[in-house]
Structure formats: structure tokens, C-alpha cells
């Protein structure tokens, strides 16, 4: 009798553990947010996708995208963060490559993986309009950010 409640002991914690890792949010989200404001430029915008919650990395996948609203090329580097850490933006890992947009164009799909599950807020750092990227001179924001 002692085996049999042992037994059914191990197969309950166990059918629990796995709904508790595997049940929220195991379908990626197929739709794309609508488009926002970035929080320093009001000719950027961006778009997201939130993918799956990844164990290994304590953090889920996002995809996003960035739009370039202005008739010049724009080079910069963001910062992603959850909606819920947006005081702590400025602790906000940076992207490691520069990314160019042209005047009026979309830019590829980039992915990276936050400690966000619902909300995502974007941040454009070391800012360059023009035909070269270089030298020390940025950009400053163009946006009144709301606190």
C-alpha cells in the first residue's frame, strides 16, 4: 500500500510541474503589435512580436522591427525593455550593432530576449542622421518623454 501512495505521490508532482512549465503562453503570438512611438524620435516607430518563453534563458523571445518615417538615413542603437522596468531604462542593456535605416523604409526583423511578458517599451541611444556614420557627434532626442 506504501508503494502505491509513493507512487501516485511522484506521478501528481510531476504531471504539476509539467502544467506549471509548459501550460502559459506556450503559442508564440502570430500578430504583430500595431505601430509606436519610440521614445526618443518621433520619425522612428516600432513594432513588435512576443515568441515563446524561453526556460534556459529565463526570458522570452521578441521580435521587432523599426520604421524610419524621415526622408534621411538614420544609424543608431536601441534599448529594449518591459513596459513594467520603463524607470529603469537607462540600465537597459544596449544593442551591440549599429542599425542603418534608409529615408522612408522599414528595417529588418531583430530579435532579442527580455524579461517581458506582456509589454515592451523601445529606445533609440547614439543617434546619426545622414549619409556616413561616424565621428562622436549624436543626435539628441526629438520627443518630450513622459515620466
Not at 48 to 60: P, T
Not at 95 to 106: F, P, W
Amino acid at each position: 500500500m506504501k508503494k502505491r501512495g509513493y507512487f501516485l505521490s511522484i506521478i501528481v508532482v510531476l504531471l504539476i510541474g509539467t502544467m506549471a512549465f509548459t501550460s502559459e503562453n506556450v503559442l508564440a503570438e502570430a500578430e504583430w503589435t500595431e505601430w509606436k512611438k519610440t521614445e526618443c524620435l518621433k520619425g522612428v516607430d516600432f513594432r513588435a512580436k512576443k515568441g515563446r518563453y524561453e526556460m534556459s534563458r529565463r526570458a522570452r523571445k521578441w521580435e521587432f522591427q523599426f520604421r524610419n518615417r524621415y526622408n534621411a538615413t538614420i544609424y543608431f542603437n536601441y534599448k529594449a525593455i518591459s513596459i513594467l522596468r520603463k524607470d529603469k531604462m537607462r540600465s537597459a542593456r544596449t544593442s551591440k550593432s549599429r542599425i542603418q535605416i534608409e529615408g522612408n523604409l522599414e528595417s529588418k526583423v531583430f530579435t532579442t530576449y527580455l524579461k517581458a511578458n506582456k509589454e515592451i517599451v523601445v529606445d533609440l541611444v547614439k543617434i546619426r542622421f545622414g549619409k556616413n556614420d561616424v565621428g562622436k557627434n549624436y543626435y539628441k532626442c526629438d520627443n518630450v518623454k513622459n515620466k
